[in-house]
């Protein structure tokens, strides 16, 4: 490994510890500031996750569709393109798996896996819309893909609704999916699900997909320097919309996986947020499809300690929300440790020069 590798793994690992221990300071301060017990309110936060199987089931739970938002945000950035529609393709995808998961009937072992390819090339499809929309006219994929989120959600809304609602419910819920669509819990005592086993294969064939293959190479160059890929032959257009519609079946099956995994209906009437919450863990990852795991615990952890917090104490669990806001603004901060990181790359230069100068001495 270079030196200047290794120095910017030594700096982004360290940013990420900084992060974590100032989320947990700023949360110490809130509690400080608004609790009238506060010693109730942090052993709720920090250790209620770990108090029972059933709630280390629920970190695992919670971290679960963050896995599929986080790569698809991963693939989007990593070629330098800036669409949101994560969200928009987990919600599309929740609505093709319910359609299969209610209407097709197939056998145990096939069925879902037929729903969660049809949630992910749903969500490819609406991801192609803002990337084609780039590549034809300079569309901002930013602004159509914001837009465009609100129309998934509000279409899929419109489909349970009126094509697929149980009658004789009194609040808006699907039919019922048939049994053989159910994801099988694979820890007794959670709602651990093969959902995530999926979620983790996922982040490892991402991995290799960004960094052991062609493909990978010219979507990072891409991402990196547009113009030096377009002078080296490489079709950047191309390159740009095909790495929007992975990230669009990514977080289409995602979405098939969390809602055949904890779910027996379609029963939101808003979007849940896992892809504005996939951001915030693609930048904990680092944009490291491997480390997107434990990012996504991480997360998962804040978000179960918080509604307990919320439920044992007076302590509202809005406070994740500002945890994130400041995670991300730290994170995206690249003035953070970098005289520091600039230091070491100097130290090291001049090290490897004097090396030199002994060699050539000898």
């Known amino acids: ?43 709720s936060f920090f250790l209620g996750p770990f108090t029972s199987v059933r709630r280390i089931g629920n970190i695992v739970e919670a971290a679960s569709p963050l896995m599929f938002t986080a790569l698809a945000v991963i693939m989007i950035f990593s070629a330098g393109q800036f669409s949101m529609i994560s969200e928009g393709a987990f919600f599309i995808g929740t609505l093709g798996a319910m359609m299969i998961a209610t209407s097709v009937p197939l056998p ?29 006219w300079q569309v901002s994929e930013v602004v159509t893909s914001l837009m465009l989120n609100y129309v998934v959600q509000f279409f ?30 694979i820890i007794r ?35 990196n320097n547009a113009k030096f890929a377009h002078y080296s032959g490489i079709k950047v257009t191309g390159i740009m919309v095909i790495s929007q519609v992975i990230a669009g079946a990514l977080a289409g099956m995602g979405g098939g996986a969390e809602i055949l995994g904890m779910y027996n ?25 491997l480390m997107v795991p434990l ?23 809005e406070v994740v929300q500002i945890i994130q806001g400041v995670m991300i603004l730290m994170i995206a901060a690249e003035a953070l440790l970098k005289k520091w990181k600039q230091k070491m790359i100097v ?16």
């Open 265 to 289: 209906r379609f029963k939101w009437t808003t979007s849940p947020g896992y892809g504005w919450s996939g951001i915030v863990v693609a930048l904990l990852a680092r944009d490291n499809p």
């Open 1 to 43: 490994m270079d030196s200047n590798k290794r120095i910017r793994i030594i700096v982004d690992i360290t940013k990420l510890i900084i992060t974590i221990l100032v989320s947990c300071g700023l949360v110490t301060l809130i509690v400080l500031v608004t609790s009238s017990d506060p010693v109730n309110a942090f052993s």
């Open 189 to 223: 005592g959670t709602r651990i699900h093969l959902g995530i086993v999926l979620g983790v294969i996922l982040c490892i064939i991402t991995y290799f997909l960004l960094y052991r293959t062609t493909f990978g190479m010219k979507l990072r160059t891409v991402g």
């Open 347 to 362: 130290k090291a230069a001049k090290s490897e020069a004097g090396m030199k100068g002994d060699v050539i001495n000898d």
């Open 295 to 317: 990012a996504a615990l991480f997360m998962g952890y804040l978000n179960v300690g918080a509604n307990i917090m919320a439920r044992n104490s007076d302590v509202s669990s």
């Open 108 to 136: 145990a072992g096939i069925h879902p896996i037929v729903a969660i390819l049809v949630a992910g090339a749903m969500g490819a499809a609406v991801a192609l819309i803002p990337a084609v929309l780039k590549m034809k």
């Open 156 to 185: 899929a809304i419109y489909m349970v609704s009126y094509h697929f609602r149980e009658i004789s419910s009194s609040s808006l819920a699907s039919i019922e999916f048939k049994d053989t669509s159910i994801l099988p819990v």
